[in-house]
């Protein structure tokens, strides 16, 4: 919820830097807008996530992140009385328009939980997931899609003696780790990770930080996360949202370091969150 | 430290034990439950035991006992002896009491014989004649006050005045038993007048028109069937006897006679020579009697000691020097080499004695005997279940038993040793046709060409045998359950996930109180509705039926099709209410088709007329197995062409995001390949139908042979009702209570609302839903009123679909309002309740078992 107390006195205009450096965008919000039922939680938005970098989106608890990193594989389809208004254009195609394959469209992008959700089979199972949804029985190819996902995702060595072991009796970052390789196993082009961490402890934490910086290049990833510092260590570019507006995007380092706005700079500063 | 208020730990403290004793006393009702039927039904398997054992010389000389009878409550023993001499004794005590002796005009009594039922006797005499006698025993109950002076005690129940007896009974009355023995005029049997060696007897016939045959052998060897007509004067109460007399043919010459046996309804005449040959006579035309089968019964070089029938006339029970006991049946027989195709065969073998057994004397009651054998060991056996009731050895070691008694109602012995001696046992066996093996193992009944499993508990004589196995409604049970399971099972099933997956979650708040409002629909509703109004209709309009199983499934599939097709625009806007709509007009219009179709169907399939297709009588079988492998041959077609598919296309395919263009062609050769495998299916199932047709396999005879019209199919619909609501509510809880978190992640892999379903929802879910089907098939093996209702309850073993069936439950409800109380049926069906429960409670056991197995791969969620 919006914490309402906070009032600030500035205009909320919003300061975009796009960075560049990446290698062209992939994805592009334009103007969007979103209500839950009658309560709009995304004011007019606009931003562009380039190819092949880690974009961290912060911002305090309710601030529309969460509402929007769902948005981008329009898995907030699931809830009753959504309405959207505005564009998002990933590869050149409005991904709101009407006749969007979102089966399709998931399957470009994967997506990472809060909290840890590997499915209750075994884990290769797990990580072949998104081929099994494919149609796809060779087990060849299964096995070695399992063990290029796992190795990926910095789980092989530790799982590779028990490939047909119970996912659940994993450890928390061990599981959420799996959860990545489940993504990547489907060959997505974009990553998008909500809060990956928030249910793992540092060491684990340490562990997916690692992984998002050796996954960066390959995948462009979306990072939602609660954590500034981890947002410092692990992003290119950063967009801070207050109160369902984006407020201010640009390089993480002049986000942190040089922020334009007030808000921003709060914050970043920990005076509010 | 803050302390709790003390209300709040006395409330915690009695919430606590409340339940505990709460829980304690529910675990004790159920246990008290299953030891009160164990309880009532374990006498069922226990054999007799004696009340009291008595012995006491009778001061009978040395005259072989002609005839012994004794009353139904065991009070007077009659024995009669050859010379004419009556001896009759309180039986309990020996103390003789008077009675007339018969005057046979010094004529010996050569050979004599009791009717089955005891009714009369026949007495043959050296002088070649015979007379038919009775021994009666009238009573009467008379209040204390009426008691005659001058009696004096026998026991501490009977008192007597010399010659009859006054028994107490309760209520301070007395009964009054007298002895009352009656001989009729002789009749000359044999024209040369010697001595009738071999006399049976039987009687048929009313009071007032009483037929008496029997059959009898004179020293000559001449066998006679004579019938004794007796009509009562009803004005001045004499009864004037007529006799037909049938000669049988001859003999063989050099037979050295031992028994003679006659059949109730007189259609058949044994005649045993001591060597163990046997001369049946067939005389069902008694004017022209043919000697129909001569055979042996017992092994070369054995002599025959026992010959008789059990009551009823059809089990003869053959005992030989060799120690060996027997029961044959007459039997119809291919292989009969006899002039009308039937056999004695041999059906059930006894223990051998430790020497030959002697006498015999057959129950009055039941298919129970009592055999002596020659060492003085004495038994009483069922002839059916095999059972040995009782044995009894005297203490004084008798060597040879005159004649041996049963009492009328099986609950007593008595046994008149050649020293004069009467050895008298009482007993008890409430259940002498009982054993494990009656009612759980196929047991060889009279008449039956075969041992069989029947139920069969009660019929309208005395001579009949309950038959009370409990396999047949077992087997009934679980077809029912079977049945209406899969008709339920899919359904529930699939509704679950559709409401829970699939449908707006306003509509599942509607649809979800309205199925569980099912449950509560009364089951004798059901149960009435589908006896009375969908039996009829599922007969007249079965092929309608029959093809609606295939119709409504395949519209249904076709309509899911074609909406997927509908643009994303239009099937967004009509998601809902409309789609429900649609959907439901589906299967309208696929069972309107199929009630069109239906007598096409009939015609194309089973020559016109579905019943008359099934009792074989007209049509092919080929169509129904063309039916039956159809949806058989289209699974294996799709799979084997996803099989090569999948291994075709090795690599994902491509996800697209905008998928206007390609949409029309890819559902075109969607469609194409659809038709393609159908077309395939049908060409498979017609290959193979063809084949099984050829080589004479027919579904008819074994899986279908015969329709009425409480079948399982109706059950099936009507239990399906009742088992529907149950597994849906509960598998449908199930599949919501999947944590939310494991839907997003599934269908944040590109996975479609049913791949999440079917691959990730249900199998997280499949505890519950799994105890969901076990709790359904729990009520379906314990439902009663609607199979009692709709099953048409015959206790057959078929797995015929269109066939009725009787079930535990039922056969409960039905026959237990007139069991006699601690009778067998009545124990029976305690034990047919015990059954039930020990299948609910193994269902039960085995589902929480596998249940538990499955949840510890959830537990973790």
């Known amino acids: ?273 | 430290m803050k302390k709790a208020k003390r209300s709040v730990l006395i409330a915690d403290r009695v919430a606590d034990h409340t339940i505990t004793i709460g829980g304690i006393l529910v675990i004790v009702a159920v246990l008290a439950i299953m030891v009160f039927l164990i309880q009532q039904a374990l006498p069922l398997f226990k054999a007799g035991h004696v009340t009291s054992r008595v012995a006491y010389d009778l001061d009978a000389g040395s005259e072989p006992v002609a005839a012994m009878a004794m009353d139904e409550h065991k009070t007077f023993a009659v024995v009669l002896l050859t010379d004419g001499n009556v001896i009759a004794v309180h039986a309990k005590t020996g103390t003789r009491l008077s009675s007339a002796a018969a005057d046979f005009q010094g004529k010996e009594i050569t050979s004599s014989a009791t009717t089955s039922d005891r009714s009369s006797m026949a007495l043959g005499f050296s002088d070649g004649t015979i007379r038919l006698a009775r021994i009666d025993f009238p009573s009467a109950v008379i209040p204390s006050s009426e008691l005659p002076a001058g009696l004096h005690k026998l026991d501490d129940r009977d008192l007597t005045d010399g010659s009859s007896v006054y028994s107490r009974v309760p209520g301070n009355q007395y009964r009054h038993i007298s002895t009352e023995i009656r001989m009729e005029d002789p009749l000359a049997v044999s024209e040369s007048g010697k001595p009738i060696v071999a006399l049976d007897c039987n009687a048929g016939g009313e009071a007032e028109r009483q037929t008496r045959a029997f059959v009898a052998v004179d020293s000559n060897g001449l066998a006679t069937l004579n019938t004794a007509y007796g009509s009562l004067n009803l004005l001045t109460g004499e009864t004037r006897t007529t006799v037909e007399q049938t000669r049988l043919p001859q003999i063989p010459g050099g037979v050295e006679l031992h028994a003679v046996a006659l059949t109730p309804a007189s259609g058949m005449v044994l005649i045993a020579g001591k060597n163990g040959d046997v001369y049946r006579y067939n005389t069902s035309d008694t004017n022209a009697p043919v000697l129909a089968e001569t055979t042996r019964v017992l092994p070369e070089g054995v002599d025959l000691t026992v010959f008789g029938f059990l009551l009823g006339g059809q089990s003869l029970v053959v005992g030989g020097t060799d120690g060996s006991l027997n029961i044959f049946f007459l039997l119809d027989r291919d292989a009969a080499n006899t002039t009308d195709g039937r056999m004695l065969l041999r059906t059930r073998e006894f223990e051998r004695g430790g020497s030959s057994f002697v006498r015999f004397d057959p129950s009055p009651q039941g298919k129970s005997f009592a055999i002596a054998e020659a060492s003085g060991a004495l038994k009483v056996i069922h002839g059916t279940s095999q059972k040995t009731l009782m044995s009894f050895t005297p203490d004084s070691g008798v060597a040879e038993y005159r004649r041996i008694l049963l009492a009328p109602r099986l609950d007593g012995l008595m046994a008149v040793g050649s020293d004069g001696r009467a050895h008298f046992w009482e007993f008890s066996v409430p259940h002498p046709e009982t054993t494990f093996g009656a009612l759980f193992r196929k047991v060889w009944y009279e008449g039956h060409p075969e041992p069989t499993f029947t139920w069969q508990s009660s019929a309208a004589t005395d001579e009949y045998e309950s038959k009370f196995s409990l396999v047949p409604l077992i087997f009934g049970t679980i077809k029912a359950a079977f049945y209406s399971l899969l008709f339920a099972i899919p359904i529930a099933i699939l509704g679950a996930i559709y409401t829970s997956e699939f449908v707006h979650h306003r509509m599942r708040s509607v649809i979800k109180p309205a199925m569980e409002m099912m449950v509560s629909l009364p089951s004798v509703v059901l149960g009435f509705v589908a006896a009375l109004v969908l039996a009829p209709i599922v007969e007249t309009w079965i092929a309608a039926v029959i093809l609606a199983f295939f119709v409504i499934p395949l519209a249904l599939i076709t309509t899911a099709y074609l909406w997927q097709l509908l643009p994303l625009r239009i099937a967004l806007r009509l998601e809902g209410v409309p789609k429900f709509c649609l959907i439901s007009l589906t299967v309208i219009a696929a069972t309107y088709g199929a009630y069109r179709m239906g007598p096409v169907f009939e015609d194309l399939f089973f020559a016109g007329d579905f019943k008359s297709w099934l009792n074989g009588s007209r049509g092919s079988p080929e169509p129904f197995l063309f039916l039956l492998f159809m949806p058989v041959s289209l699974i294996a077609i799709g799979l084997l062409a996803s099989r090569l598919r999948g291994s075709r296309r090795g690599d994902r395919p491509e996800a697209r995001v905008h998928t206007r263009a390609g949409r029309i062609r890819p559902a075109m050769v969607d469609i194409v390949r659809w038709l393609v495998m159908l077309m395939g299916a049908a060409l498979c199932s017609y290959g193979i139908s063809r084949m099984l047709g050829s080589l004479g396999l027919d579904a008819r005879g074994s899986l279908v042979d015969t329709y009425v019209q409480r079948n399982t199919l109706v059950v099936g619909f009507a239990m399906g009702f009742a088992v529907i609501p149950v597994i849906y509510t509960i598998a449908e809880d199930a599949l919501n209570s999947v944590p939310e978190h494991l839907r997003a992640a599934s269908l944040a892999c590109g996975a479609t609302r049913w791949q999440t379903a079917i691959h990730v929802v249900l199998p997280t879910a499949i505890s519950g839903v799994f105890s969901a089907v076990m709790i359904g098939m729990g009520r379906a093996v314990g439902e009663t009123m609607i199979v009692v209702m709709s099953a048409g309850n015959t206790p057959i073993m078929d797995i015929n679909v269109f066939n009725g069936l009787r079930a535990l439950s039922a056969t409960i409800a039905v026959e237990l309002p007139e069991a006699v109380k601690n009778g067998t049926l009545y124990r029976i069906l305690f034990l047919a309740g015990l059954v039930l429960f020990s299948m609910t409670f193994v269902i039960n056991t085995v589902a929480e078992l596998v249940r538990i197995r499955f949840r510890k791969r959830a537990m973790q969620l």
């Open chain 1, 1 to 273: 919820m919006v914490d309402s107390r906070v009032t600030y006195t500035e205009s909320l205009e919003t300061i975009n830097y796009p960075k560049h450096g990446g290698r062209g965008v992939v994805i592009e919000i334009k103007d969007f807008s979103l209500w839950y039922g009658h309560q709009q939680a995304l004011f007019n938005n606009t931003l562009s996530i380039e190819r092949g970098l880690v974009t961290a989106l912060i911002g305090p608890s309710g601030c529309g992140k969460s509402t929007l990193i769902r948005s981008l594989n329009r898995m907030n389809d699931l809830i009753d009385g959504l309405r959207t208004q505005g564009q998002i254009h990933f590869s050149d195609e409005n991904i709101y328009n009407p006749n969007v394959d979102v089966i399709g469209l998931r399957k470009r992008m994967g997506m990472v939980f809060q909290k840890p959700n590997p499915f209750p089979m075994t884990i290769s199972e797990n990580v072949t997931y998104p081929l099994k949804v494919d149609g796809i029985r060779d087990r060849r190819l299964l096995d070695e899609t399992a063990e290029k996902a796992l190795r990926a995702a910095a789980l092989w060595d530790e799982v590779k003696e028990r490939l047909h072991a119970n996912a659940l009796g994993l450890s928390g970052g061990q599981q959420q780790r799996l959860c990545i390789a489940r993504a990547i196993a489907g060959d997505p082009e974009v990553l998008l990770m909500d809060e990956p961490c928030s249910a793992l402890d540092p060491l684990a934490t340490a562990k997916i930080e690692d992984l998002i910086y050796q996954l960066r290049g390959q995948y462009t990833i979306i990072i939602v996360t609660h954590n500034m510092q981890q947002a410092a260590r692990v992003s290119d570019n950063t967009a801070f949202m207050y109160l369902g507006k984006l407020i201010e995007y640009g390089d993480t380092r002049t986000i942190f370091t040089n922020p334009k706005h007030g808000r921003t700079q709060d914050y970043v500063t920990g005076r509010f969150g």
